[in-house]
Structure formats: structure tokens, C-alpha cells
């Protein structure tokens, strides 16, 4: 997705987030999109690393209206995407409209999972898991106890579905403090 076209469907995201009725964080956000023609792949329909971007948008959008970002923001507290994974179902075609939602699944030790839809018409076209920590500008990543309480969660109401538990796992890479050879078998 074209720098600039990200950088203003963000400003759109965030200014149309804080006049849109609050959300709590477990809530379901939504926000409408539509696929316009820098989106698009060479087969003409809306390229897969499009909807990775726009689901930083759903999730800034969900953490506006919670009313944790400017919280978050003032203790220097950002977010990463630690890993991510997305199946398509049906294409999203040239001009068409559709939804991106946007809920928190569960916590971890470590990791807080959003899972983002895309739906057109009341269908899922793709669906997609991340998980993110909360790194401090400061250094260090924040606690999950002290993020649960920030966005008023208790993790043990929020605990993750058995297969995402698993996805998490499997998907993890060493520290970044440990080796991490590329050596394929």
C-alpha cells in the first residue's frame, strides 16, 4: 500500500475514532473501508499486504475508542505484532466496500491475540490473528499484568482458545538474545 495512502487512512482512522462511540476492549470495533486502486495486486483484486496494513488501522481504531491509546501514548507505550496469520476466503475487488472488525481473543504471559475480519455483505472474506506486546520507548516490554489493567482486563476472563495457545508457540522465534541461524532442512 502506497506510503502516503497508509499514512492518510491513518489520520482518517484516528480522527473518525474519537467522534465514534466508545468501545470497551473486549468490544467488537469496526471500520469501513474500501479497496481502492493502490490497493490492488497485478491480478486486480486487493493485495494480501494491504490487509495486514489496514489491520493495524482496525486495531488503532478499537484501542482509540477503548480510550487506552492516549494512555498508552503518555507512558511511551507502543505496539508490536509479534506474529500473524491471515486465511483468505474471497476476494475484495476494486471499489468495493467492506468491514474491517477487529476484537481482543485472549492474553497470554506475554502477548495480547486481536482476531481481524474483513466482511463484505455480512460474510468473512479473510480472517487473521495477530499477537502483540507492548514495548516501552524506554526499553523493555511491558508487563501483561500492568497492560491487562491499563485496558481493564482480568486474563484470567480472557484466557486464549486452545488452538491460538498452540499457534502462538509453534509460530514463536527464539529471543532475540539467543542465536537464530537460517538453516533450512
Known amino acids: 500500500m502506497c506510503g502516503v ?3 492518510l487512512r491513518l489520520l482518517w482512522v484516528m480522527v473518525k475514532a ?5 468501545l ?4 467488537v470495533g469496526t471500520v469501513r473501508f474500501r479497496v481502492l486502486p493502490v490497493d490492488l495486486d497485478v491480478l486486480g483484486h486487493m493485495n494480501n499486504g494491504v490487509y495486514l496494513s489496514l489491520m493495524d488501522l482496525g486495531r488503532m481504531d478499537l484501542m482509540v475508542r477503548a480510550g487506552v491509546w492516549k494512555e498508552l501514548s503518555r507512558r511511551g507505550y507502543y505496539p508490536v505484532v509479534v506474529s500473524s496469520t491471515i486465511t483468505y476466503r474471497r476476494s475484495l475487488d476494486p471499489w468495493q466496500r ?3 472488525e477487529s476484537r481482543i481473543v485472549g492474553l497470554d504471559d506475554v502477548a ?3 482476531e481481524q475480519r474483513f466482511v463484505r455483505h455480512g460474510e468473512i472474506c479473510a480472517r487473521a490473528v495477530i499477537k502483540a506486546r507492548f514495548l516501552k520507548k524506554s526499553g523493555g516490554i511491558v508487563p501483561i499484568p500492568e497492560l491487562a489493567e491499563l ?3 482480568d486474563p484470567a476472563d480472557h484466557p486464549l482458545p486452545a488452538w491460538l495457545a498452540e499457534w502462538g508457540g509453534n509460530a514463536a522465534l527464539p ?9 533450512w532442512e
Not at 474519537?18 to 466508545?22: G, L, V
Not at 470497551?24 to 468490544?27: V, Y
Open 5 to 7: 495512502n497508509k499514512l
Open 18 to 22: 474519537r467522534f465514534r462511540a466508545p
Open 24 to 27: 470497551k476492549p473486549t468490544d
Open 98 to 100: 467492506f468491514e474491517l
Open 112 to 114: 495480547g491475540y486481536v
Open 151 to 153: 485496558f481493564g482486563l
Open 175 to 183: 529471543s532475540r538474545r539467543d542465536p537464530a541461524p537460517s538453516v
